[in-house]
């Protein structure tokens, strides 16, 4: 049996939920292994940094970050290993660029980890290989930074090939989670006193069971049944494959949120077909409609990629008209930038760099404008909410989630975390609720 021996272990991450999740498997798999995981890496005999490939900001990040682990291992003989999806894609040059690298260890490797810090990791010192089934953790180990909310991985990556997008390349295919692993999961999640699961995958409306074919619909419905989990959320929905079974599923439920993220990238439809996005602006506003003829009181959130290749003028002022029809609860935009190997860094990035950010700026003024509006709507109403921590400055200011992912800020005297409380909002601004506890059911 591996035996890490106390071994000092930090983990950086870096991007998105999935990735996070996977740090929280990977502290889970060598706590588990006798590692004692560090606070920093100048505590640390080993620092695994968990890398996104998906922007090339985190991937600039990142190398700033390897820049500043040199001088450590220099003074202390640091190992580093690299994981995730920039190791995965960009192994040659990081060797290249950063020889004081030891290991680079690909997503569908983590389970190697424990044998390999064993032997205190050796030749070869890549190891990328792809599994093109799902493998299965033993995920009562993975150690999560809520003790409130739980992700809860059903698939990884992607048969989509968006024009942009270098998670087919990192990820690799779409592979399915068993419904039967999953909902074991979220059973132990409840009887561990999770209140809420949060339903990972690239693309969860693909979801398929490998054993009997059930879909993310009856993923849902059946999670729904499990006592203990109040609130039951899901990220990322290809609007694509978003269809009215799905909306009908939610809406039945009495656990979905009515929340959901549906990506629409742009609001031409031009734009969307030289993205390869499946969909066109009409299709993606008519599955809106359903949903909010289904749960009026449902929140939207939404990505935003602006200056794509020959995006104009008129294009983007459809993104912007899209963004003030549909009245986001929030979103999340970026400009557009090439990523190596995908079909759009074929294209000339032609939009310039000043118009992406004008473009860039204008989207999150009109947004912010949106979500003051949205949120001085909730002004005088009492509604749930899921607190998920307290503040760091004044321990009596505690935070939490309302069903439509707001965050709300309220004062309580007594320690409320994990818990549901009702919040009569006297407040807000654009990115934010504040309210008084007016109950804690
Ligand atoms: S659906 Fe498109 S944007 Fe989303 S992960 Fe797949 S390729 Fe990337």
Known sequence: MTDLNGLAVYIETFGCQMNENDSERIAGLLAAAGARLADRPEESQVTIVNTCAVRAKSEEKLFSYLGRLRSLKKKTGLVVVLAGCVAQLRRDKILDRNPDVDFILGPDNYHRLPELLERRLGQPRVLTAWSKEWREDDRRHCLRRSPVSAFVTVMEGCDNFCAYCIVPFTRGREKFRPLRAVLDEVRTLAGEGYKEIQFLGQNVNSYRDPATGAVFRDLLTAADEIEGIEWIRFITSHPKNFNDDMAE????????????????????????????????????????????????????????????????????????????????????????????????????????????????????????????????????????????????????????????YQVVNFRSETDVIGRFVQVRITSSGPYSLRGELSGIP
């Open 249 to 404: 599923a939610m809406a039945r439920s009495s656990h979905v949120c009515r929340q959901i993220h549906l990506p629409l990238q742009s609001g031409s439809s031009a734009v969307l077909e030289r993205m390869k996005r499946g969909y066109s602006r009409e299709s993606y506003l008519e599955k809106i409609r359903g949903l909010r003829s289904l749960m009026p009181e449902i929140c939207l959130s939404t990505d935003i990629i602006v200056g794509f290749p020959g995006e104009t003028e008129s294009e983007f002022s459809e993104t912007l008209a899209a963004l003030r029809d549909i009245r986001y609860a929030n979103i999340f935009s970026f400009r557009y930038s090439p990523r190596p190997g995908t079909s759009a860094a074929k294209l000339t990035d032609d939009v310039p760099f000043e118009v992406k950010r004008r473009r860039l700026m204008e989207v999150q003024q009109t947004q912010k404008a949106i979500q003051t509006g949205i949120h001085e709507g909730f002004i005088g109403r009492t509604i749930r909410v899921l607190c998920q921590g307290k503040s760091k400055k004044d321990g009596r200011v505690y935070s939490g989630r309302s069903e439509g």
